[in-house]
């Protein structure tokens, strides 16, 4: 069993829609494109750690999304928050974290060669503890075939 972790610090994002040009030819925004690139970059040292190739077997993965404590609550409401007893619900829309997490640990320098290997996917966001700060943590697991 191989399993990589990977945090990318920072507040998590979700992945933006696709833009499109007056010509009709669809890209990603450029901010959506930098946070995948940050969480592929993150993956490839995490891989390259323990001296692991992008897998092509099924994965399971886990994500987790640690969100700012929005600075205007009151403090009862913030600490309420930092030991879970407010959810973090709000932008950004949860499947759309997922998404850019998936993305970015898909490709030739990624965990995964592509987002179609993932057979489990377990998504959670809640709040940070305030010394801690926001951070995106991604498991990626996997079995090697049997010789």
Known sequence: MYKVEI???GQPQGKGR???TRTGHAYTPPRTAEYEQR????????MQRHNLDPTDRPVAVDVIAFMNIPKSWTKKKKLEAEYGAISAVGKP????????ALDGI???TGVIFDD????????KKTFCHPDRGPVLYISVSWTEPEE
């Open 7 to 9: 945090e990318v610090s």
């Open 18 to 20: 696709p833009r499109f």
């Open 39 to 46: 969480i592929r970059a993150a993956a490839w040292a995490e």
């Open 93 to 100: 829309d949860l499947d759309n974290i997922a998404k850019a």
């Open 106 to 108: 898909a490709g030739d």
């Open 116 to 123: 179609t290997q993932v057979v489990s996917l377990k998504c």
